[in-house]
């Protein structure tokens, strides 16, 4: 896989990834303040979306329509939104200094693509590969886990985007995916979603200290 040199940028990128209703949003909430009381410049970004274009782009892929999305389209759509915010907002804010939280990156398309829609890795790695030397990789990425069976009632007081409806089979084979790319990738770290949120606030901390420590 091409990495981007980090040479010409000296912010931080830490990536959140997750089934829905993992915690992500609320996660990324705290670690912005904890970064920002820490005297960090953050920037809080996510995907698919950020841009104009890439969300025209969410809009498409969120919404239920009569007309099927093929996973192939749903793949190619993901890296298109994705470029557009690598080169719009992720590198001018690392150049600058600032530390980037990303509400997913490339291990979502690689768990909800190649695994959910069963496209397969290699198919999804190929596009990084396409990227060049565009694509970033994350300094780290945390993985709030939790099972496929309590999605449901952590999405029960909202209105369902179209893949929040897909059924329990659909997320067990996003998290099997995202747990063996957590097994063979040491940036990922796994954290236990079904903790108290204080556990996962200490947990998240004790991953960001040595970077706060380093810089």
């Known amino acids: 896989m ?3 040199s980090h040479d010409a940028m000296s912010g931080r990128f830490i990536t959140f990834e997750g089934v829905e209703g993992s915690g992500k949003s609320t996660n990324i909430v705290w670690t912005d303040y904890f970064l920002r009381e820490h005297g960090i410049d953050t920037l809080r970004t996510h995907e698919p979306g950020r841009t104009k274009i890439g969300e025209e782009i969410r809009r498409v892929l969120l919404h239920t329509r009569d007309e099927p999305l ?10 298109a939104s994705r ?3 690598l080169e719009e907002v992720i590198i001018p804010a690392l150049r600058s200094g600032v530390w980037v939280l990303c509400d997913r990156f490339v291990d979502s398309s690689i768990a909800y693509q190649g695994g959910g829609r069963q496209l397969g890795v290699k198919r999804v790695a190929a596009l990084v590969e396409a990227m060049g030397d565009l694509y970033i990789e994350p300094d780290l990425t945390i993985l709030l886990d939790i099972p496929a069976k309590l999605i449901p009632a952590r999405l029960s007081n909202r209105t369902l985007d179209r893949f929040e409806r897909e059924d329990e089979a659909f997320f067990e084979r996003i998290r099997a995916t995202y747990l063996a790319q957590a097994r063979e990738l040491p940036r990922m770290n796994v954290i236990d979603a079904t903790q108290p949120l204080e556990d996962v606030e200490q947990a998240i901390e004790a991953l960001l200290s040595p970077l706060i420590t380093a810089d």
């Not at 093929?70 to 890296?79: D, R, Y």
Request: proline share 6%; charged share 10%.
């Open 2 to 4: 091409l990495l981007r």
């Open 83 to 85: 470029t557009q915010l």
């Open 70 to 79: 093929m996973p192939m389209t749903e793949l190619f759509m993901m890296f």
